[in-house]
Nanobody, 126 residues
Framework: QLKLVESGGGLVQPGGSLRLSCAASGDTLDNYAIGWFRQAPGKQREGFSCVSRDGSNALYVASVKGRFTVSRDDAKNTVYLQMNNLKPEGAGIYYC?????????????????????WGRGTQVTQ
C-alpha cells in the first residue's frame, strides 16, 4: 500500500519560496498520478496542482500558475512542489495524494475524491 509523507513546510515571508517534498514508500511511485492540496484554516481542502504518472502532464489552478511547479523524481520515489512568490493566502496545511492510473499520461485531477492515498500534510505559515 502506498504511503506518502510530505516535508519542507515552514515559516515563509510573502514573496518567498519553499520546496515541498512528497516521499513515497510501500509501492513504486510511478504507478501513481499525484495531486497537491492545500487546507487553509477554517476552509475545506482544495486541489491546486497535479501531475501525471510520467510527469508529462501537469495542471495548475489559475492562482498558482506561473509561481508553482510540480516535478517528480521516480528514482527517489519523490514528488516535489516548488512554490515561488508565495502569497499570504498560501498559508495552510499542504497535502500530497496519490491515485493509481493505468495511462502514464493521465492526471488525477484536482478533486479530493479523486485520490485514495494521502499524506498527513506539512504546515506552511506566513
Amino acid at each position: 500500500q502506498l504511503k506518502l509523507v510530505e516535508s519542507g513546510g515552514g515559516l515563509v515571508q510573502p514573496g518567498g519560496s519553499l520546496r515541498l517534498s512528497c516521499a513515497a514508500s510501500g509501492d513504486t511511485l510511478d504507478n501513481y498520478a499525484i495531486g497537491w492540496f492545500r487546507q487553509a484554516p477554517g476552509k475545506q481542502r482544495e486541489g491546486f496542482s497535479c501531475v501525471s504518472r510520467d510527469g508529462s502532464n501537469a495542471l495548475y489552478v489559475a492562482s498558482v500558475k506561473g509561481r508553482f511547479t510540480v516535478s517528480r523524481d521516480d528514482a527517489k520515489n519523490t514528488v516535489y512542489l516548488q512554490m515561488n512568490n508565495l502569497k499570504p493566502e498560501g498559508a495552510g496545511i499542504y497535502y500530497c495524494a496519490g491515485e493509481l492510473r493505468y495511462e502514464r499520461g493521465d492526471v488525477g485531477g484536482l478533486s479530493v475524491g479523486g485520490y485514495q492515498y494521502w499524506g498527513r500534510g506539512t504546515q506552511v505559515t506566513q
